[in-house]
Structure formats: C-alpha cells, structure tokens
C-alpha cells in the first residue's frame, strides 16, 4: 500500500496536549490487600474498579483549563461548544468533588449528572484528555500491583481500555498491548485479535514503513497499529508513535477497518 501524508496540525496539538501534565503526586488510591489484588487479577478486574484514583479537585480543574484552551487554539470552530461546557461545570465545592470523583469512574454517566444538552462529543473529549495526565500517573504507580506479564487479556489492567498499540519484542517476537489512557503496556498472546478473541491473525505493511505491521481481523473488523521490535532498535515512545502513525489508521479504515479506540472530536 502506498502512504498518505500525516496532518501537521493533529501533531501539534498533540503536542500541546502532551505538555500539559498532572502535579506531583496528584492521584493517591487505597492500596488493596494482598488477597484483594489476587481476586483481581485471577478475575481479571481492572485496577480502576479495586481501588480506584483519588484526584485532588482543584489540580483536575487546573488541568481541565489548559486543555480547553489547547482545544480552543487549535479547533476555533470549537470555541462556542467548549465555553458551553466550562459554563455548565459544577460551581460548588462539593459538586465539583463528587465531579472529578465520577470522571474516574468508569460507571459514571458524566453528561446525564450535568443535566445539561452538552455536545457529546466535544464534552467527551475534553474530560478525556483532561483525565489522562492523572491516568498517566496513576497508571505508574498502580500498574506495579500486577503482574503485568501475566496478564494476558485483551483490555488494559489499569483502566480496562481497549489497546492502542502493540509492539512485538525485538528476540523473543513477544506481544505486548499499550493503553493510550494509561500509557502502560501489558504482554498479551502472539497471535489473535485482541479486540475479539478471534484466534485469526492477518496483517499488511505498508511501503517505506516497514518497521509497522496492521493486524486486522475479518471476524470484528478491529485492526491494531503494530511496532515490529526486530526492525527497530531505539527505545520508543508508542505515545508519539501512535500519533505518527495516523495514516496508517486512515489506510486500514480505507480498508474498511475500525478504529477501536476512536477519541477525536
Ligand atoms: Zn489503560
Ligand atoms: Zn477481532
């Protein structure tokens, strides 16, 4: 296949949005007992659900406002439905806690709380990269209460989100999953289609990026990004790699395949 050229704009604002970070120690949780953590991974029940992040309110609104103004300077058709959102945020000291509890909580239906007609999708995508600096940061530190290499499923033990990206291990050909919530990767079975358990396993290159494959599956048309690590020897940074990659999400949904992790507005 041949390539398609990458928007300049969509690294740039992902740029910026890689920028903003949490505070130190922004995101505390109860460290679960020994026999909780493991029910947990023998049930596979993500981090999220067993103890879930404390984030202090105030570092969250902090945060929700520098990403609403990266949004506003790179999406000025976005402008008017971003100021309806920061409008309709909860004012109140306890409104506002119960807010950030519930944006980390997988359950939790945010916009139906608000009570407001929002844009869903624009609100959608506010929150979520408003959440992810501390998603970042407590994916590091609870991501180390299970085995990681063990885990071996197809959703991300922190957060339960579907992978981003994957990347076969230089040597061993190993796989292992990346969330891009939490930034954490998890080794998951060579072949498969994580997305649906089908045991099927096709993929395609594309010229002069060699280093990639995109597996698909014909079963639930998912496809997965894919870093061949015997092509490569640098250490990567499958943040920056998935944003590089956009056009390979383009040629495998000119395929016909979905995008399994869709968070653009
Ligand atoms: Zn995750
Ligand atoms: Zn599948």
Redesign the pocket.
Request: proline fraction near 7%; glycine fraction near 8%; aromatic fraction near 10%.
């Given at each position: 296949m041949q390539k398609a050229s990458i928007p300049q704009t969509l690294a740039d604002f992902q740029k910026e949005f890689s920028q903003v970070k949490a505070p130190e120690n922004a995101v505390t949780f109860n460290p679960p007992t020994p026999e909780t953590i493991a029910i947990g991974e023998g049930k596979a029940i993500p981090l999220i659900t067993i103890c879930p992040p404390r984030i202090n309110t105030g570092d969250f609104f902090d945060v929700l406002k520098q990403v609403a103004g990266v949004i506003k300077k790179y999406k000025p058709e976005l402008v008017p439905e971003v100021a309806q959102i920061e409008a309709a945020l909860p004012e109140g000291t306890a409104e506002r806690d119960l807010f950030v509890s519930q944006v980390f909580n997988p359950e939790a239906n945010l916009l139906d709380d608000l009570g407001q007609d929002l844009p869903s999708e624009t609100f959608g995508f506010l929150i979520n990269h408003a959440a992810k600096p501390f998603m970042i940061q407590y994916g590091q530190e609870v991501g180390k209460l299970y085995d990681l290499e063990q885990w071996l499923k197809g959703e991300c033990p922190v957060c339960g989100g579907r992978p981003t990206m994957a990347l076969l291990e230089r040597d061993t050909g190993k796989r292992l999953l990346y969330c891009g919530v939490c930034e954490i990767k998890w080794r998951f079975q060579r072949l498969g289609?994580p997305?649906?358990g089908?045991s099927e396993s096709q993929f395609f290159t594309v010229e002069g990026m060699e280093k990639y494959r995109i597996y698909f599956?014909d079963?639930?048309h998912?496809y997965i990004k894919t870093i061949d690590g015997e092509r490569t020897s640098a250490a990567m940074d499958l943040f920056w790699e998935d944003i590089n990659t956009v056009q390979l999400d383009i040629l495998a949904m000119r395929e016909g395949y979905l995008n399994q992790q869709v968070d653009q507005p």
């Amino acid at each position: 296949m041949q390539k398609a050229s990458i928007p300049q704009t969509l690294a740039d604002f992902q740029k910026e949005f890689s920028q903003v970070k949490a505070p130190e120690n922004a995101v505390t949780f109860n460290p679960p007992t020994p026999e909780t953590i493991a029910i947990g991974e023998g049930k596979a029940i993500p981090l999220i659900t067993i103890c879930p992040p404390r984030i202090n309110t105030g570092d969250f609104f902090d945060v929700l406002k520098q990403v609403a103004g990266v949004i506003k300077k790179y999406k000025p058709e976005l402008v008017p439905e971003v100021a309806q959102i920061e409008a309709a945020l909860p004012e109140g000291t306890a409104e506002r806690d119960l807010f950030v509890s519930q944006v980390f909580n997988p359950e939790a239906n945010l916009l139906d709380d608000l009570g407001q007609d929002l844009p869903s999708e624009t609100f959608g995508f506010l929150i979520n990269h408003a959440a992810k600096p501390f998603m970042i940061q407590y994916g590091q530190e609870v991501g180390k209460l299970y085995d990681l290499e063990q885990w071996l499923k197809g959703e991300c033990p922190v957060c339960g989100g579907r992978p981003t990206m994957a990347l076969l291990e230089r040597d061993t050909g190993k796989r292992l999953l990346y969330c891009g919530v939490c930034e954490i990767k998890w080794r998951f079975q060579r072949l498969g289609c994580p997305y649906c358990g089908s045991s099927e396993s096709q993929f395609f290159t594309v010229e002069g990026m060699e280093k990639y494959r995109i597996y698909f599956c014909d079963q639930c048309h998912g496809y997965i990004k894919t870093i061949d690590g015997e092509r490569t020897s640098a250490a990567m940074d499958l943040f920056w790699e998935d944003i590089n990659t956009v056009q390979l999400d383009i040629l495998a949904m000119r395929e016909g395949y979905l995008n399994q992790q869709v968070d653009q507005p």
